[in-house]
Structures are given as structure tokens and as C-alpha cells.
């Protein structure tokens, strides 16, 4: 395997039997240049690119985007497995490496995109709203960059792509029609909201949603 392009010390562009790989792995692009054999030792994942568009895509991420924003995306890789122990694929990668760079130009010129989805997010989701907040402090802190509190909910919908269990779009349907049940719920009953009946409450409603949106089945429901 030889590499293309370093990408920084934790990732590298490389071609192996004529194919275009991206590796990442602790030290995997340290010293290294272009045409040097990529140490096998250092490999942690390898993310082949199977077809043209996303060869395509990436060579346009490669030219776009510098190298600190790629060595973030390791750390960010990292903290996922870690956390939520989940693998992530090079769909999700490449994705959240492009949300990360936009998200950064935009805070930088102090713009806001609204997130109508967050309080449900972070009562439905709490242990991806709580690694979303973590990213998001991480990024602050490589970027030296304030982000706005929506941030870590669209950290939140990229996370559910990785985990690849809701989709994204299922995700902010299931949103959507739980913020109109607890309108309902909360004007016509006098609830208390810190208790764990309330907590079994959003646990059902939330997989009774997901499973509706989803078309499965309701012996399928987790509870």
C-alpha cells in the first residue's frame, strides 16, 4: 500500500492493488511522503472507495479541506467507537468531515442555522445528544471557535447515520410528531417531568414513534 497524500499524522490517502484506500491509524502518516509504503502496524481502519463518485468526493475533500480538519475527524472517530462503541463507515466519515468544516466557516462568520428538533433530541437521545456535546466541545477547542447551542443536534443527526439504526430523516419525523404529543400531553395532564415515570414515558413514546415511522413491527418495539 502506497501512499497518495498525507493528510495529516493520524491519516492518509493510499492506493493498494490499484485501488484508493483511506487509512487512518494513531502515527499512520507520521514522516511519511508521497509514494512511501504505508506501515501495516499503524493501520486502524481502512476505508475503500469502491466506486468513482466517492473517489470523486474525496479527492474534492482532499483538495478542499486542510489537514487539521481530517486529523479532528480521527479524534471525533475515536470518541464515537469509544463512547457508543460503533463503528463508523466511510459514508459517515467523509460526511461528518464536510459537516465539520462548514460548521466551522459558518461559526466563524457568526451564522446560526435553527434547530427546531433539539429539545426532543436531547430528551429522546440523551446518550448521542451527550457524545454530540462532547464533539462539539472538542471542535471548539481545536478550532479555538464558539459554536451555537443547535450545534450538537445536527452532531446528533450525523451520529445516528453512524450508528445506522434511525435514520436521520425518520429521526427528525420522530421529532416532529413527539413534539406534538407532548403539547398535548403537558396542557392536559399535570406532570412531573424529573421523575423516572416521566423517563419510561419518553422511552415509549420515542420506540413507539421509531417504529411507526419506520414500518416495523410492534413486537419489534424495544422497552
Not at 36 to 41: A, C, F, G, N, Q
Not at 83 to 97: E, P, R
Request: hydrophobic share 40%.
Amino acid at each position: 500500500m502506497k501512499v497518495i497524500k498525507v493528510m495529516g499524522n493520524n491519516v492518509v490517502y493510499a492506493s493498494k492493488y490499484g485501488k484508493e484506500v483511506v487509512c487512518t491509524g494513531k502515527g499512520i502518516g507520521f514522516g511519511l511522503k508521497r509514494g512511501d509504503l504505508v506501515p501495516k502496524s499503524k493501520i486502524e481502519k481502512t476505508f475503500e472507495l469502491l466506486d468513482s463518485k466517492t473517489s470523486n468526493y474525496i479527492k474534492k475533500l482532499l483538495n478542499e479541506i486542510p489537514s487539521e480538519y481530517w486529523e479532528v475527524m480521527f479524534e471525533i472517530e475515536e470518541l464515537i467507537e469509544e463512547k457508543i462503541n460503533q463503528k463508523v463507515n466511510l459514508s459517515f466519515y467523509v460526511s461528518m468531515l464536510d459537516h465539520v468544516y462548514m460548521a466551522v466557516k459558518r461559526a466563524n462568520k457568526g451564522m446560526v442555522i435553527p434547530s427546531g428538533f433539539m429539545l426532543n433530541l436531547r430528551c429522546f437521545y440523551k446518550k448521542e445528544f451527550e457524545l454530540a456535546k462532547e464533539i462539539v466541545e472538542l471542535m471548539e477547542e481545536r478550532f479555538k471557535v464558539k459554536f451555537p447551542k443547535e450545534e450538537a443536534a445536527f452532531i446528533v443527526l450525523h451520529l445516528f447515520d453512524a450508528e445506522m439504526e434511525v435514520d436521520s430523516n425518520e429521526m427528525k419525523e420522530v421529532s416532529k410528531l413527539a413534539n406534538e404529543i407532548l403539547i398535548v400531553v403537558n396542557n392536559e395532564f399535570a406532570i412531573q417531568k424529573d421523575t423516572v415515570c416521566y423517563e419510561k414515558f419518553l422511552n415509549h413514546l420515542r420506540y413507539f414513534l421509531q417504529n411507526i415511522v419506520s414500518g416495523k413491527k410492534s413486537e419489534n418495539i424495544k422497552m
